[in-house]
């Protein structure tokens, strides 16, 4: 996705480029994009130029919607419910809550930054940049 938003404006971008210059397999770059083209993030533009573009402008495709589509779990420090509650110590509990305000903050975050946000600084590295700001 990020590929593509970088490439976002342009000609199509084929999978044979895309796997070459990401050091990907390009089997199993089809099985992503076959799975993000059913969510409507890409399409493909057939012919001699075709390959796959973006369906959105890159300021409008959030980093936790990508990885959700993808099936990554953004709440990865979420501790699951026990089946059965019991009386607990406080720690344990002050624990659990904290992961879950953590985890929580987590999403927002990835929510908040775009795919246009992680291009534009990784093209303006060491220059005066404004750094992408992560607020837990």
Same mark, same amino acid.
């Given at each position: 996705? @990020?590929?593509?938003?970088?490439?976002?404006?342009?000609?199509?971008?084929?999978?044979?480029?895309?796997?070459?210059?990401?050091?990907?397999?390009?089997?199993?770059?089809?099985?992503?994009?076959?799975?993000?083209?059913?969510?409507?993030?890409?399409?493909?533009?057939?012919?001699? &130029?075709?390959?796959?573009?973006?369906?959105?402008?890159?300021?409008?495709?959030?980093?936790?919607?990508?990885?959700?589509?993808?099936?990554?779990?953004?709440?990865?420090?979420?501790?699951?419910?026990?089946?059965? &509650?019991?009386?607990?110590?406080?720690?344990?509990?002050?624990?659990?809550?904290?992961?879950?305000?953590?985890? =929580?903050?987590?999403?927002?975050?990835? =929510? &908040?930054?775009?795919?246009? =946000?992680?291009? @534009?600084?990784? &093209?303006?590295?060491?220059?005066?940049?404004?750094?992408?700001?992560?607020?837990?």
């Amino acid at each position: 996705m @990020l590929y593509l938003a970088d490439h976002y404006g342009e000609s199509a971008v084929s999978i044979k480029q895309i796997a070459e210059e990401e050091r990907i397999s390009a089997a199993y770059l089809e099985q992503i994009l076959s799975r993000i083209k059913r969510e409507g993030w890409v399409k493909s533009v057939r012919g001699p &130029r075709g390959g796959y573009v973006l369906t959105a402008k890159p300021s409008l495709i959030s980093v936790g919607k990508v990885l959700t589509t993808l099936g990554e779990d953004a709440q990865a420090g979420r501790m699951a419910e026990p089946a059965v &509650r019991r009386k607990r110590p406080a720690a344990h509990e002050a624990s659990e809550l904290f992961l879950h305000k953590l985890s =929580d903050a987590f999403s927002k975050a990835l =929510d &908040r930054v775009s795919l246009e =946000d992680l291009i @534009l600084s990784a &093209r303006n590295k060491g220059l005066a940049a404004s750094p992408i700001h992560f607020n837990i």
